[in-house]
């Protein structure tokens, strides 16, 4: 599967079998979170795949709404904003790996932080979020709720996202034919509560693609679940880039203004 096919495919699981992941899935996912550790600002992060084994102590998530839940992906990340935006980035791509091995998962921001006894974050460290994994059962009526609630087929349109840099106004696909499949896959990906908090901004003068945050769910972003969400969106655009043959660097550049609506996050700046 092409990564377009993949981010196409992909959707949050909220109904598990209750089945743990064969050893054969387990140990290529193990062996990729492995070569996948070195985020943005070459920071490593390191994800463990913990598997409950005690039927008695179940996680409870969504009041209940999730089920079938056994097996989790998560690590710490630094409490900064930099360091949420690369756990997303690099839990993203162990999520698309996973959509890729036909094995489901849902993004988990609101959870029980005491829960993990095998991961204790050391001081000025948390886990921001956590992955659950496992194989889907058919939807629970408490999933389709869940879905329809947050209208989670749903996205914004591309003017409520991006924009030109200089002029502000929204860019269609047809102004950006070589970017335009990047930023429709970072528009497919997921955000917490479907928030979508990304804005992104194409300067045509010197080939730079903007990236903010725009705090829309203001508990959300106390948080620290937008700064995943960045980092998702930075991985969807990442890696359509890249298997189009673009290439680019990221940067964060001093002199780029934000302001309460627009919180700037970085910069790709384009090399091809
Ligand atoms: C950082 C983050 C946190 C999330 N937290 C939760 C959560 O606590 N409970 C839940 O059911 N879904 C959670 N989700 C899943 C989103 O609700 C879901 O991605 C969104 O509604 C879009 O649906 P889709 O993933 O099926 O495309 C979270 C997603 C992200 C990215």
């Not at 377009?4 to 193990?30: G, H, M, P, Y």
């Not at 969504?62 to 097996?71: A, D, E, L, P, R």
């Amino acid at each position: 599967m092409n990564i377009i096919d993949v981010i196409k495919t992909r959707k949050s699981c909220r109904t598990f079998n209750s089945i743990f992941l064969s050893q054969e899935d387990k140990a290529e996912l193990e062996s990729f979170i492995l070569k996948n550790s070195k985020g943005l600002d070459n920071e490593i992060i390191d994800f463990s795949i913990i598997e409950n084994k005690d039927a008695s102590s179940e996680l409870k998530i969504n009041y209940g709404m999730i089920q079938g839940h056994k097996t989790f992906v998560l690590g710490t990340s630094k409490s900064t904003p930099n360091s949420r935006v690369n756990y997303g980035y690099l839990m993203e791509k162990l999520v698309l790996k996973a959509t890729e091995m036909n094995i489901a998962s849902c993004w988990i921001g609101v959870f029980d932080q005491t829960y993990f006894k095998e991961i204790i974050p050391e001081k000025g460290f948390e886990i921001p979020s956590i992955l659950i994994i496992g194989y889907a059962d058919k939807q629970s009526a408490g999933e389709r709720l869940v879905r329809f609630a947050i209208k989670a087929h749903k996205r914004n349109d591309w003017e409520t996202l991006f924009f030109d840099y200089q002029t502000k106004l929204p860019l269609s696909p047809d102004q950006l034919p070589k970017y335009s499949d990047s930023l429709e896959m970072l528009r497919l990906g997921p955000s917490a509560g479907n928030s979508q908090p990304w804005r992104v901004f194409f300067d045509e003068t010197t080939n730079e693609f903007h990236f903010f945050k725009n705090p829309v769910n203001k508990k959300y972003d106390v948080m620290g679940l937008h700064e995943i969400d960045m980092g998702i969106a930075v991985a969807h655009f990442e890696l359509t880039s890249n298997s189009k043959g673009l290439k680019g660097v990221w940067d964060k550049y001093e002199n780029i203004q934000s302001s309460e609506d627009l919180q700037y996050i970085m910069s790709w700046r384009c090399i091809n």
